[in-house]
């Protein structure tokens, strides 16, 4: 097959691929620092990062030369072996987590499933009961697969796929009073993102995210936090949660902890992990050691571009300049995040907004309905941000 078009490429992709997505008519070729270029070599400044994944930015030589040498030595060779990646991966990702034990997966998505099927046999251990009930949240977004959207609080991503896995109870995010209402002596566990991502950019208040602990601690449930999308460094720590100096008993991790290599992982604290014992869960690809490569230079590299502190920092600069738009413009209702993850609430749907601003060299990506959500790679500078700025300007202008 010789090299492509852009025109072939989109007719190839809506003949062949089963059409789940409503895609740009852009095929995108390669990337640079924050930056992709398409087939037809027009440049766009990624603050999407393919949804908040590239965390180190595009084309990053130690990162490569890691995939690359690994590749050469073993790509897979499945979990009846060991392997060093997949060690060295899981002591760096334990560490940064404070927790015990972890179990690497495909995906963000098969790490709530790996969770909720964590928290199922440990309940089932201490009653030998399967009528648990696990209680979420409103507006979450776990994933695609039938035991994440069962935890998924969005009907219109379930209603084709009933009936769903039973025993799951929604509260209302950020309101405590509403979770309490849904305890019950079946309650296995409570799962929530410390910050909702797909929803809207919604950041857990921390009374909020303390007293659910607490309720926990006191009855012996399991909290869960799901930090695929504001985990890794993009909260401006390691791992949102460890911004309200409390700990989960089961927190997910999946994105950035490849940055662009597929990899997810769940993790526990030792005495919720021992439930889990040979034949309760498996993975034919997770734990690779290419994977696994990937992930353990991310952490080298986290560590070596002080990305923690650049979160922060330029961050901090971000939300100034969000804050600002929500000043100058009246269709700009609210701003809110932490770190390098941030909304911006539109009175209006946010496409157009996104569309224009695409065609002006700027990739952003929405959540929930009306929100504008600016996830870009943890290395961007204020040089960055003014760009963005800049560019979404031009965009309200036009548009609103």
Same mark, same amino acid.
């Given at each position: 097959m010789g090299t492509m078009n852009t025109k072939e490429i989109i007719e190839g992709a809506e003949a062949a691929l089963i059409h789940t997505y409503n895609r740009y008519q852009i095929v995108l070729e390669k990337g640079d620092g924050v930056r992709l270029y398409?087939?037809?070599?027009?440049?766009?400044?990624?603050f999407g990062a393919g949804i908040a994944v590239y965390a180190l930015g595009y084309n990053n030589k130690e990162y490569t030369d890691a995939v690359t040498e690994q590749a050469g030595k073993l790509i897979h060779t499945s979990n009846y072996f060991y392997n060093e990646p997949a060690v060295k991966a899981a002591q760096a990702v334990t560490k940064a987590a404070a927790m015990d034990r972890v179990f690497f997966t495909n995906s963000g998505?098969?790490?709530?499933?790996?969770?909720?099927?964590?928290?199922?046999?440990?309940?089932?251990? =201490?009653?030998?009961?399967?009528?648990? !009930?696990? +209680?979420?949240? $409103?507006?979450?977004?776990?994933?695609?697969?039938?035991?994440? *959207?069962?935890?998924?609080?969005?009907?219109?991503?379930?209603e084709a796929f009933g009936p769903m896995i039973p025993g799951v109870r929604f509260a209302k995010f950020n309101d405590i009073e509403s979770v309490k209402a849904l305890i019950s002596d =079946?309650?296995?566990?409570?799962?929530? !993102?410390? +910050?909702?991502? $797909?929803?809207?950019?919604?950041?857990?208040?921390?009374?909020? *995210?303390?007293?659910?602990r607490s309720i926990c601690d006191d009855l012996g449930i399991l909290l869960i936090l799901d930090e695929i999308q504001c985990g890794m460094g993009r909260s401006g720590s390691m791992f949102a949660y460890q911004q309200y100096g409390i700990k989960p008993d089961i927190v997910t991790v999946a994105k950035a902890l490849g940055c662009g290599i597929p990899i997810g992982a769940f993790l526990a604290r030792e005495e919720v992990a021992a439930a889990m014992v040979p034949g309760d869960h498996g993975t034919t690809y997770g734990g690779n050691p290419l994977a696994c490569a990937a992930a353990v230079k991310v952490f080298e590299l986290f560590e070596k571009l002080h990305v923690l502190e650049n979160v922060r920092r330029v961050g901090a600069y971000l939300s100034d300049r969000l804050e600002q738009i929500v000043a100058d413009y009246d269709a700009a209702v609210a701003h809110r995040g932490m770190g390098l993850i941030q909304g911006l609430e539109l009175s209006v749907s946010p496409k157009d907004v996104i569309a224009h601003a695409l065609e002006n060299g700027l990739i952003l990506f929405s959540a929930?309905?009306?929100?504008?959500?600016?996830?870009?790679?943890?290395?961007?500078?204020?040089?960055?941000?003014?760009?963005?700025?800049g560019k979404l300007r031009k965009s309200l202008d036009a548009v609103l």
């Open positions: 398409d087939k037809d070599g027009r440049e766009y400044l990624d998505t098969e790490a709530v499933e790996g969770a909720f099927k964590l928290a199922k046999k440990y309940a089932y251990l =201490k009653d030998g009961s399967t009528d648990h !009930e696990i +209680i979420a949240m $409103e507006h979450s977004f776990h994933g695609r697969s039938m035991g994440a *959207l069962a935890l998924t609080g969005n009907r219109h991503y379930q =079946k309650t296995c566990a409570i799962i929530l !993102e410390t +910050i909702q991502g $797909e929803g809207g950019v919604y950041v857990a208040r921390p009374e909020f *995210l303390k007293e659910i929930g309905t009306n929100v504008i959500r600016f996830v870009p790679p943890l290395v961007i500078t204020e040089r960055d941000v003014d760009e963005c700025i």
